[in-house]
């Protein structure tokens, strides 16, 4: 059983541009949260997704960031316009029910030039 | 709010040595409790959990406690060996039931 797949595992973009982040859960889960990684800080939440729903994006940026997890297709999260303040590693997890343990992706390393 | 509180490292100890790292947290009620490792440009693994007052939880030699009085989850492990350097997160599980509060980890280096 494959586990939580995230790609790009390194991205790097220039200021103004757009990052999309790619996350695809372990096989039966249908629970999906983002977090975000700055250096030398723990894991943020950022937003939790079922299937077609966000259920709770109270920890991501009101501007510029969104996130979304349609019925087919991995998690997306989308960053417009990045500044430098975005550069961090933004993880994936993935559960089978909401409030089990949560099983994380290898992240995505962002880098804004 | 909630918060999550690990003692400072970096932690540098030698093979077979006895590790502890504590970890105490503030929350509403009993949630359930983690600890993850994040192994250098890797993401997290799940290390142990506990979800309920006295539970212990166990794997790969580390242990920790729930201790509902004083609210803490330190883990700890017997012998460590070099293998074992990462970087560790305490993590327990928000009122929200769903989002994880990670403490800031704290990063263990084992020398032979």
């Known amino acids: 059983n494959a586990g939580v797949m995230q790609n790009p595992r390194h991205l790097v973009r220039r200021r103004g541009q757009e990052a999309r982040l790619r996350c695809s859960p372990m096989?039966?889960?249908?629970?999906v949260y983002w977090y975000r990684q700055l250096p030398e800080e723990g894991l943020k939440f950022m937003v939790y997704?079922?299937?077609?729903?966000?259920?709770?994006e109270s920890g991501m940026p009101k501007e510029r960031f969104s996130a979304e997890f349609p019925k087919e297709g991995p998690s997306i999260l989308r960053i417009q316009q990045v500044v430098r303040g975005d550069s961090a590693a933004y993880f994936c997890?993935?559960?089978?029910?909401?409030?089990?343990?949560?099983?994380f992706g290898p992240g995505t390393r962002l880098t804004v030039t | 709010g909630d918060s999550v509180t690990q003692m400072e490292g970096p932690v540098t100890l030698s093979e077979e040595a006895f590790l502890t790292i504590n970890c105490t947290y503030t929350?509403?009620?009993?949630?359930?409790l983690f600890w993850y490792v994040q192994y250098p440009g890797e993401g997290l693994q799940l290390l142990l959990k506990a979800t309920k007052a006295d539970d212990k939880g166990s794997n790969k030699g580390f242990e920790a406690t729930y201790r509902k009085e004083t609210t803490s989850f330190h883990l700890e492990k017997g012998s460590v060996q070099v293998s074992d350097s990462a970087v560790y997160f305490c993590a327990p599980l928000s009122n929200s039931g769903y989002a994880l509060n990670f403490g800031k980890g704290t990063s263990l280096l084992v020398t032979p």
């Open positions: 929350a509403t009620g009993y949630p359930s």
């Open positions: 096989k039966g889960h249908s629970h």
């Open positions: 997704l079922q299937k077609e729903n966000i259920i709770d």
């Open positions: 997890a993935s559960s089978p029910l909401q409030g089990n343990e949560q099983y």
